[in-house]
């Protein structure tokens, strides 16, 4: 049974960023919550740094990955932010697990889909970080599923079989590009203006797997949350490969709706400004409508 109690209250929050801080000797007063959901986000106010919080008890296991990761691009000179350095990470903050790391100082521009695309190309020519896992999408999904403060059994039952429908054919699919070092959550959010140019962020969703997937976001952003269509043409051009024109594009598209709509779960008490948009978002997928909106969780 899921907790009664919402799993993530304020206090809860600032104990273990206080936690982080102190190991780190860090100050977090003042500190700004930025976002709240597969992690919350915290922005020292003392020092240019972030902190990262893991939201849900059964992905904590993709932190070690996440600084895996983050070293390998540090290693390579790819445009990405960077880990606060001195102290032992990931960071084990009572219950909680956090990375830190220090905050891009960032231009008032809006990174362009090009940009994406050419930092994914080059990610993906880079060799596989050792003991990078395998791309398995609807893995979170069911994780999530999982440790949901709250889900009803009818919308657990629906959303389990749905991965096992969606699983099935993501396993029948023949991907026309070599795998690949994959972001896995690649949309135009997870790039930062930086000074010297834009810089990835956000490795949580990083795997060895088809390049295809990393072009799925910007083509969703469309589809579902209405950004114009120039911005995924941008993004396929400068990338050489039009994922919405390929056979397999459906069945990607099932699965990152999937994580899309599941995301919030591990924080639904924690957070429940959410709650509405995940109902709109399950009643969706039911009805199988593929021309509705959607917000972007906030």
Partial sequence: MPELNPRFTRDKLDAALGDVCEQAGLDPAGAELLRFTNNAVFALAAAPVVVRIVASKTLRHRVAKVVGVAEHFARHDVPAVRLYPGIEQPVTAGAQVATVW???????????????????????????????PGWSPLTDVRS????????????????????????????????????????????LGNVLAGPDGPVLCDF??????????????????????????????ELAEAYGFDVMAWEGFEVLRAARE?????????????????????RRRLADLRAGSRMARWARFR
């Fill in 144 to 187: 999530r599923v999982a440790d949901a403060e709250e889900l009803d059994l009818a919308d657990r039952r629906f959303l389990l079989d749905r991965c096992d429908e969606v699983q099935a054919k993501l396993d029948a699919l023949d991907f026309p590009l070599r795998p690949a070092l994959a972001h896995g959550d690649a949309h």
């Fill in 102 to 132: 220090w905050r891009v100082p960032e231009r008032p521009v809006r990174p362009a889909p090009a940009d994406l695309a050419l930092l994914l190309r080059r990610v993906h020519a880079l060799p596989a970080p050792p003991g990078l």
């Fill in 258 to 278: 999937l994580k899309l709509t599941t995301s919030v779960l591990p924080i639904l008490r924690s957070h429940p400004e959410v709650r509405p948009e995940l």
């Fill in 204 to 233: 949580d969703s990083a795997g060895f797997g088809p390049p295809e997937w990393d072009l799925i976001p910007v083509a969703i952003g469309v589809l579902r949350f209405g950004e114009p269509r120039a911005v995924y043409r």
